[in-house]
C-alpha cells in the first residue's frame, strides 16, 4: 500500500546496512523496513515460530529488537523532515541515528503468526538527540510500547 517509495534503512549506506534487524545487507538479519507516512512512521513484521515465548507468544527480545530498529529509522526520518530533507529525492539518508536508550513496556502478550505494526511518532528533537514515541500492534491490539532515543551521527 505505501511502498512505491523506499524504505529508510534501504536508504542506509551499503557500509552501515548489516544491522541484525534492519540490515539490508544482513541476509540472516530481520531486515525490518520503516517507512515514513505523512509525520508518522510504519513497519510490518511478521515473526517466525523461533522466536517463541510461552507458546502461542512473541518473545521480549524480538519485540525490543523491532522497537529499537524502528526507532533509530524513524529517529533519522524525522531529523530529516525537520531540516527540510526530503526522502523521496536522496538514495543515501544524510542522517544516521543509533540507540542511546530504549524503554519498552510490555502491555499483553504479544501473540505469534500475526502480522505485527509498529508505528512512531516524534516526541521531540533537542540537539543531536531525538525522542521517539512507538507502539507495537497485533490485530489493533496494542502489545508493547517503546521510548526511544536516538543520538545523530557525527560524521
Ligand atoms: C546507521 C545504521 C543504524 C542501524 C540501527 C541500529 C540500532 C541500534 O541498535 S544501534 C546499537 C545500539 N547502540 C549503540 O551501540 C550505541 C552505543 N553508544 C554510543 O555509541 C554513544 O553513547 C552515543 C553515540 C549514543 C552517544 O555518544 P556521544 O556521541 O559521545 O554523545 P554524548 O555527548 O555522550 O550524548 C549526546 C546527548 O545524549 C545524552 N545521552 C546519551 N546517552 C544517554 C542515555 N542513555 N540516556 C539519556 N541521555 C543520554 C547525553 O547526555 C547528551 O545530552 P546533551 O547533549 O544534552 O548533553
Known amino acids: 500500500m505505501h511502498h512505491k517509495r523506499k524504505a529508510i534503512q534501504d536508504l542506509y549506506p551499503d557500509e552501515l546496512a548489516h544491522c541484525y534487524g534492519c540490515g539490508k545487507n544482513n541476509p540472516d538479519g530481520h531486515q525490518l523496513k520503516t517507512y515514513l507516512m505523512g509525520d508518522e512512521t510504519i513497519a510490518h513484521f511478521t515473526p517466525d515460530e523461533k522466536f517463541t515465548a510461552i507458546p502461542g507468544s512473541v518473545y521480549g527480545g524480538l519485540v525490543a529488537s523491532l522497537l529499537d530498529c524502528h526507532g533509530?529509522?524513524?529517529?533519522?526520518?524525522?531529523?530529516?523532515?525537520?531540516?527540510?530533507?526530503?526522502?523521496?529525492?536522496?538514495?543515501?539518508?544524510?542522517?544516521?541515528?543509533?540507540?542511546?536508550?530504549?524503554?519498552?513496556?510490555?502491555?499483553?502478550?504479544?501473540?505469534?503468526?500475526?502480522?505485527?505494526?509498529?508505528?512512531?511518532?516524534?516526541?521531540?528533537?533537542?540537539?543531536?538527540?531525538?525522542?521517539?514515541?512507538?507502539?507495537?500492534?497485533?490485530?489493533?491490539?496494542?502489545?508493547?510500547?517503546?521510548?526511544?532515543?536516538?543520538?545523530k551521527l557525527k560524521d
Not at 110 to 131: A, D, F, N, Q, V
Open 72 to 151: 533509530t529509522g524513524s529517529a533519522a526520518a524525522f531529523a530529516c523532515l525537520a531540516e527540510n530533507i526530503d526522502l523521496e529525492n536522496v538514495a543515501i539518508i544524510p542522517i544516521r541515528c543509533v540507540t542511546a536508550s530504549l524503554k519498552v513496556d510490555f502491555k499483553v502478550p504479544t501473540p505469534m503468526g500475526k502480522k505485527l505494526e509498529l508505528k512512531g511518532k516524534l516526541r521531540s528533537i533537542e540537539g543531536r538527540k531525538i525522542l521517539v514515541d512507538m507502539t507495537l500492534s497485533a490485530e489493533g491490539i496494542v502489545c508493547a510500547t517503546g521510548e526511544i532515543l536516538a543520538i
